[in-house]
Every structure is written in C-alpha cells, then in structure tokens.
T-cell receptor, first 119, second 111 residues
Framework: GAVVSQHPSWVICKSGTSVKIECRSL??????MFWYRQFPKQSLMLMAT?????????EQGVEKDKFLINHASLTLSTLTVTSAHPEDSSFYIC???????????????FGPGTRLTVT | GENVEQHPSTLSVQEGDSAVIKCTYS??????FPWYKQELGKRPQLIID?????GEKKDQRIAVTLNKTAKHFSLHITETQPEDSAVYFC??????????FGTGTRLTIIP
C-alpha cells in the first residue's frame, strides 16, 4: 500500500518551453502533497505544499509564477515548470500524506521522482 | 524556518562494523524525525522514524536515538553490509507537517 507515482520519470525539453509533472497517490487519498527539488549530490529542498482545492503554499525563494501547482483532486497534484531554463534542470520529487492516517502519522510517501533536463 | 544539520557528509565503514550519523535541529516544536536511505536516481526510502515522546527506537540492525533537550538525533546501523551503501538523510518536521532535510551522508561499506 501507500504508493505514489510520478509521470514522466524523465523529460528533456528546450529552453523556454513548459513541462508538466504529475504526482498521483494510487491506493490512498492524500491530505497534503509536497513538491521537492533535488540537485545532484544535494539534499531535498521543499518547494511547495499543496492541498486539494486550495492554492499551494510556496517556500521562500520559490517563484510561484514559474512553478505552477494544481491540486485538482485528493489523488492528483501537478507541477508545471513554465519557461524552463537550464538552471531548472533537476530531480523533482513529490510526496503525499495519507488522509486516513493524518491524525496519527506524519509519514510522507514519496514518488519515484522526475528528472528534468532543459537544453 | 527550520534548520537541520547532519554529520558527517561522508562515512566509510568496514563491513560488519557500525555506522553512526548525527543530526541537530533548530525548531523546538519539531516532533517527528524520520531517516531516509536514497540510492542514486531513486526515491528516498523511509528506514526508521521517531516521535518526540520516545527516546530510542530500534528495528533489527537500525536504531535511532533522540535527545530532545539537546535537539539532536542519531542513526545507528550495526553489522553493516555492502547493501547499506547509499546516501542517508535525516529530517525534522516544522510547521507541523512539512519536512526539512539534512544535507545527507554518503555511507560506503567496505567489503
């Protein structure tokens, strides 16, 4: 149980284009989904937190107009990198908390990540 | 915001010996401390976690200790095996459910 998927697993795009990454909780409903970015040999950095039906909360230094987050349902959140540039190349990982366990557990279930390369 | 420091950044251990990784956190309100193992290009995998109402937790060869007064917690891996080689991250929650990750420790088990 508690499986989170991401699509695509990797993507190459040209500078100036936009890329959408999907994050799905497959066997549970998510109370909250999180988006992280991880540069090579670095740690995971939280970009934003999203809840179904409400606007995402972005961490300091993350441009909300560049990284658009839509959380349309209890099982799906999307991250769109708009006008991507080479410096946006990174490993993007989502995670989700199980709605049914929210009161008892802080555990986050991680997706497999999406490697974005902007040329 | 929350700050989590992790040491060492790299650690080489002879197979069969123990490995210890330490983290300190800044937010006294943090009450959830997970440890993750991440292999290259893969998702972080939760290996053990501890809540602030507990001082120690053990799961087979892995244990975590928490000193809430000093705001530090440690991961202990005993009887290390080659498959333990990976990058390990500690984390602490802040703002109730958000996680801040440590900088990571690259653990290498020498056969």
């Amino acid at each position: 149980g508690a499986v989170v998927s991401q699509h695509p697993s990797w993507v190459i795009c040209k500078s100036g284009t936009s890329v959408k990454i999907e994050c799905r909780s497959l066997d549970f409903q998510a109370t909250t989904m999180f988006w992280y970015r991880q540069f090579p040999k670095q740690s995971l950095m939280l970009m934003a937190t999203s809840n179904e039906g409400s606007k995402a909360t972005y961490e300091q230094g993350v441009e909300k107009d560049k990284f658009l987050i839509n959380h349309a349902s209890l099982t799906l959140s999307t991250l769109t990198v708009t006008s991507a540039h080479p410096e946006d190349s990174s490993f993007y990982i989502c995670s989700a908390r199980d709605r049914q366990l929210a009161g008892a557990s802080y555990e986050q279930y991680f997706g497999p990540g999406t490697r974005l390369t902007v040329t | 915001g929350e700050n989590v420091e992790q040491h060492p950044s790299t650690l080489s251990v002879q197979e069969g010996d123990s490995a210890v990784i330490k983290c300190t956190y800044s937010d006294s309100a943090s009450n959830y401390f997970p440890w993750y193992k991440q292999e290259l290009g893969k998702r972080p995998q939760l290996i053990i976690d501890i809540r602030s109402n507990v001082g120690e937790k053990k799961d087979q060869r892995i244990a975590v200790t928490l000193n809430k007064t000093a705001k530090h917690f440690s991961l202990h891996i005993t009887e290390t095996q080659p498959e333990d080689s990976a990058v390990y991250f500690c984390a602490a929650n802040f703002g109730n459910e958000k996680l801040t990750f440590g900088t990571g420790t690259r653990l290498t088990i020498i056969p």
